[in-house]
């Protein structure tokens, strides 16, 4: 396929609108008492109208067998190449909140969780602790005096925080210390890279001291580190694809991520109906519009099968009011799979589909994982949407004599 700067080369300037509905984590795997999955147990006459008359795949947000972040799943959906433009999560949760990250900050993702008195992980994210709590220890951590380090500490939302680290001669190059599952200790701070052992060092009494001051709150008692990163150079959305670009989200990574690549940002509601309303109150001033919607991740992160049911029948909802607006190119899928009976992000490929009227129709007559493996665009490579959109958006020329 063309490569990410081919692709901007043939982008032309068109009146025409796209919207991209990113239903975070939608593709799931079946559920043992039915066989069904969470898409094929929703009922989804909206988006099942839609496939019917659009065109339908799956798409790879990585690569095959790759258990992609939300981060990479995204960049794959906007045409960045998620293995060569990758943006750490500490960067997005800062961006996130509009903190002003200086150019050689480094900045970490953090979770409070709870640990049990062995010291190992109970729940990652501490029982999803409410954001006032969060701010109130994050206080706690702020007043770290660490040598060589000065250390920024502010809330993001419910157990997550943003860590930020300040200094002479740092590195990001460091491992994660959360190891995504529980019952096994947090991992110890690590560098990959020599010239990261200091960073390494003073980060490890960071996380010790932190043990220690939280050691009697609960359920919030320690801390997880991910994503370390510093701000990246990156392409502008707007720039590349010759588009004024619109992001309707709500959670704080999501928001970094537009911001990060120039998109203009939109405060979301945590119900699909506030979102529309949003989307339609910028509808004029904007061609691309990026509308992300949380709860089907968040329910299959928690393992809440019916939950997660009942957010995408909530989204089938929203996609009515979003066919309202008339857009020229609209396409529902997810940046990955978040099955709840995994409980966590998979492999797994994604539920696509794109309507306009330029498609040909797949005769698939359900969104759901099943039925988009028998639609005619198979299974596709995430880089592969944002052509799909904007050829059927007619704004793409012609390659070549």
């Known amino acids: 396929m063309l490569s990410f700067e081919q692709v901007s080369e043939l982008a032309v300037e068109s009146a025409t609108k796209v919207v991209l509905i990113v239903a975070d984590g939608i593709g799931g795997l079946p559920n043992l008492s039915t066989g069904k999955t969470e898409l094929e147990t929703a009922s989804t006459p909206n988006l099942d109208r839609l496939a019917l008359t659009g065109m339908c795949g799956l798409h790879e947000p990585v690569s095959a067998g790759i258990t992609p972040g939300s981060g990479p799943g995204h960049l794959a959906l906007f045409g960045y190449d998620p293995l060569k433009h990758l943006i750490g999560r500490g960067v997005l949760e800062g961006l996130g909140i509009d903190f ?18 062995s010291g190992f992980i109970v729940d990652r994210r501490a029982g999803r602790i409410a954001t006032e709590k969060a701010a109130n220890l994050c206080r706690l951590l702020s007043d770290l005096k660490i040598p060589g380090l ?32 529980t019952g096994v200790a947090p991992l110890a701070v690590k560098a990959t ?14 996380v010790d001291e932190a043990r220690r001051i939280l050691r009697d709150q609960r359920p919030a008692n320690m801390i997880l580190l991910r994503g370390f ?5 990156i392409p ?14 709500t959670y704080p990574m ?24 949003v989307l339609a109150d910028v509808w004029d001033d904007h061609d691309y519009f990026f509308v992300h919607f949380k709860k089907t991740d968040a329910y299959g992160e928690d393992g809440d099968f019916s939950r997660k049911v009942a957010a995408i029948e ?18 529902v899928t997810g940046d990955h799979s978040t099955p709840a009976v995994l409980k966590g992000h998979s492999w797994h490929s994604v539920p696509f589909l794109i309507h306009s009227k330029w498609c040909r129709p797949s005769g698939v007559e359900h969104f759901n994982e099943s039925a988009c493996v028998r639609g005619n665009l198979g299974i596709f490579p995430g ?19």
Do not use: W
Not at 154 to 165: Q, S
Not at 194 to 205: C, E, G, M, S, Y
Not at 229 to 233: G, I, R
Not at 385 to 401: D, R, S
């Open 100 to 117: 002003p990250l200086q150019p050689d900050d480094i900045a970490a993702r953090g979770n409070f969780c709870t640990v049990d008195d």
């Open 236 to 249: 502008k959305f707007p720039a590349v694809y010759k588009m004024r670009a619109a992001a309707v989200v």
């Open 193 to 206: 890279s020599l010239d990261a052992n200091t960073t390494a060092r003073r980060v490890q009494v960071f």
């Open 229 to 233: 990163a510093k701000l990246p150079n």
């Open 383 to 401: 880089l592969a949407v944002m052509p799909l959109l904007m050829a059927h958006a007619l704004k793409l020329t012609k390659y070549g004599a």
């Open 314 to 331: 909530e989204l089938d909802g929203a996609v009515a009011g979003i066919e309202a607006l008339k857009p020229d190119v609209l396409a």
């Open 254 to 277: 999501y928001k970094g991520l537009a911001r990060v690549l120039g998109m203009n940002v939109y405060e979301g509601t945590s119900d699909s109906s506030g979102s529309v309303k």
């Open 150 to 181: 000065e250390v920024i500490v502010r809330p993001v939302r419910e157990h997550r925080f943003l860590l930020v680290l300040r200094g002479n001669g740092l590195s990001p190059k460091l491992e994660d210390t959360d190891p995504e599952r």
